[in-house]
């Protein structure tokens, strides 16, 4: 009897784990004395199974197969979906694929929704179906190809397990969602620790994880060659130079060979994949494939190459104190396309063309030919996925609840919030941003221990001297502002110094009354649009910096110069006390033209500039060798490169 107690305890305790047990003492009793209890202690075991079996059917399966029913249910319905009711446990494999199935279904749903509000008002806004239709009919079937020096996905061990995290990055921001919606290849620099485990012999995978799309090709890359291509002449040299920012550029002659050498090798990784395709399309991505156009161009002249440059480019002058100016010019002009972000740096670049190479500026056309070969300079501002979402859907939650959820979760005392969302880089006005909150202290005392700034500061080139100094000065001038005003409950700058996901910035978006987008000196920044795009409320105020290319598109922002302390100071102070009408009708603006110039028409009109221009016949004399003269290979030491 006992121990058919102890079997239904265990049974009810551990579900999922069945066993059985007899007490056969019994059978060493005479057969008339016992007679009874055999026979009773079989039935109520019998009993007892079925009861447990029950119980576990009814709690194991038809429970969690009733919820996830009724969940499935409500997404068929169109009602936001509850990921937090599903089954777990044994459950988790399922429950993984039914998540994706629900956001595919979610996205379809309001992808189709889109395009029939849009059909209907008689407008021809770019989404993602209709440019993966339109680039498929400008590419018949040839392969499209997206060179970047950062991968948008990578993966990292965390004990025994691999994660697949996404790195953050404007440019993954902008151009990953183009090719989940026209597939194709993304080659990049394997850069996670776990990347070598996740990949083919060949460095290739399919990918997002979730629901691949397209192809992410890895270029390895040892130590020497990431310290020198990488942190060495794109971030000490390049960078600082095109951005002005007042951190002198730094240029070594080893830095320039690995900058060679890389290249050379993204050439080659490139060529692998394009073998036995005609005509081509490659868009090669920012300032560390300078090399890159003409390299390719040499071996396959029937490719349509673009190069974009996310970053600014400097004046004539600035750029030509590079040693290697001259090699570089020339290789960017082996593309048959040239864009940035605005007019101005075309003009920039093209004076520097001018001033530098020998060769014919075509001012009508913004066109450069040289050595018989013409590349067209334009500029494409870069932009967001931007997707509306309704206030007031069912999965809508108040801007007041989730600026509550950040109060609870950080501690935070005060009606208003701040935020600053930035890579800790000496170009984002991060520490004028602080001076600035403290001067909104000082000259609205009222504010104190009602007004709280959250700056997101995700480290960022920590190898490099100048990144690492600059988080450390960050730190020293967070605490002499707070210890300049906190109270014991309150103080006035929180700084978050760590990597966060797209998932995780929202809430700190939604919950803000101001966003400070400050840069000294940017290409476009599009933390200032996320920010746009993340307030389907059409509240809060965005204070951003003239010298960004978003001041050009987001004119219903508070412009400002980060440079003057006080005036982004009254900025702020403006931005927290707005009338809520102004607060919605500038918003409302911001966002009808972030629909409008999403990143789907950027992609767009890029990728038709490209596919109109007629690809190059061969060359008649095409050698190796008559490419040394103007980009000497990565094989040549520095000092015998030959300058065009």
């Not at 056969?24 to 209890?37: E, N």
């Not at 003409?294 to 004539?316: M, Q, S, T, V, Y």
């Not at 006390?577 to 990143?599: F, G």
Request: hydrophobic share 40%; charged share 25%; proline share 7%.
């Amino acid at each position: 009897m006992r121990t058919t107690l102890r079997l239904i305890l265990a049974l009810l305790l551990v579900v999922g784990a069945w066993v059985v047990g007899h007490d056969v003492s019994i059978l060493d009793a005479p057969w008339t004395s016992g007679w009874p209890h055999p026979i009773a202690g079989v039935v109520l075991q019998a009993v007892s199974m079925v009861l447990a079996g029950f119980l576990i059917i009814r709690w194991g399966f038809v429970r969690p197969m009733a919820r996830t029913v009724q969940w499935m249910r409500r997404i068929r319905m169109g009602e936001p979906p509850d990921h937090g009711r599903l089954p777990k446990g044994g459950w988790r494999p399922l429950t993984r694929e039914l998540i994706q199935l629900a956001r595919s279904l979610t996205s379809a749903r309001a992808s189709a929704e889109e395009e029939a509000r849009l059909r209907l008002a008689g407008q021809a806004r770019w989404t993602a179906e209709r440019l993966k239709e339109h680039v498929r009919s400008l590419l018949g079937g040839r392969p499209f190809v997206v060179v970047a020096n950062r991968e948008p996905y990578l993966h990292v061990r965390q004990g025994r397990e691999i994660r697949c995290l996404v790195p953050a990055s404007g440019l993954v921001t902008a151009v990953e969602p183009i090719l989940r919606a026209c597939g194709g290849i993304w080659v990049a620099h394997g850069s996670g620790e776990a990347d070598r485990d996740t990949a083919d012999h060949a460095g290739r995978l399919r990918v997002p994880p979730e629901a691949p799309a397209y192809t992410l090709k890895r270029v390895w890359l040892d130590k020497r060659e990431e310290e020198g291509y990488y942190y060495g002449f794109s971030n000490e040299g390049l960078w600082p130079l095109c951005h002005i920012a007042h951190t002198r550029p730094v240029f070594r002659a080893e830095d320039w060979a690995h900058y060679q050498r890389v290249n050379t090798k993204f050439m080659e990784a490139t060529l692998e994949e394009l073998e036995g395709s005609d005509n081509p399309c490659l868009l090669i991505q920012d300032y560390h494939f300078a090399l890159l156009p003409r390299l390719i161009k040499a071996r396959r002249p029937d490719a349509k190459i673009a190069l974009f440059w996310h970053i600014p480019w400097p004046n004539p002058e600035a750029f030509d104190i590079c040693p290697w100016a001259r090699e570089l010019l020339h290789g960017m002009l082996g593309a048959d396309l040239l864009g940035f972000h605005i007019q101005f740096h075309c003009n920039n670049f093209l004076d520097t063309v001018d001033r530098t190479l020998e060769s014919r500026i075509d001012w009508e056309q913004f066109a450069v030919n040289r050595a018989d070969h013409t590349t067209r300079v334009r500029p494409f501002p870069i932009s967001i996925a931007f997707q509306e979402g309704p206030a007031t859907s069912p999965s809508a939650v108040p801007t007041s609840a989730i600026k509550e959820q950040l109060r609870t979760r950080l501690g935070l005392r005060g009606e208003w919030v701040g935020v600053g969302v930035d890579r800790i880089d000496y170009t984002k006005g991060i520490m004028e941003r602080l001076r600035a909150v403290e001067r909104l202290l000082d000259k609205h005392p009222s504010l104190r221990e009602r007004f709280t700034f959250l700056q997101i500061g995700a480290p960022s080139r920590t190898l490099i001297q100048r990144y690492h100094d600059l988080g450390l000065e960050l730190d020293k001038e967070t605490e002499r502002i707070n210890q300049r005003f906190q109270t014991r409950a309150w103080r006035p700058i929180v700084l978050l110094k760590k990597q966060h996901s797209h998932e995780e910035i929202m809430p700190f978006y939604q919950g803000a009354d101001v966003c400070l987008v400050t840069s000294l000196h940017d290409g476009m920044n599009l933390v200032a649009k996320e920010f746009v795009a993340a307030r389907t409320d059409q509240r809060g105020a965005l204070i951003l910096s003239r010298f960004t290319g978003a001041s050009r598109e987001l004119r219903d922002a508070l412009l400002v110069n980060p440079y003057d302390i006080d005036q982004v100071a009254d900025a702020i102070y403006y931005g927290l006390t707005m009338d809520p009408e102004e607060q919605q009708a500038r918003m409302s603006r911001m966002r009808e033209t972030l629909q409008e110039h999403n990143v789907y028409r950027w992609a767009a009109h890029l990728v038709t500039e490209l596919a109109t221009i007629r690809p190059l016949p061969p060359p008649p004399q095409a050698s190796p060798s008559q490419d040394v003269v103007d980009s000497p290979p990565a094989a040549l030491p520095a000092s015998a490169s030959v300058r065009p």
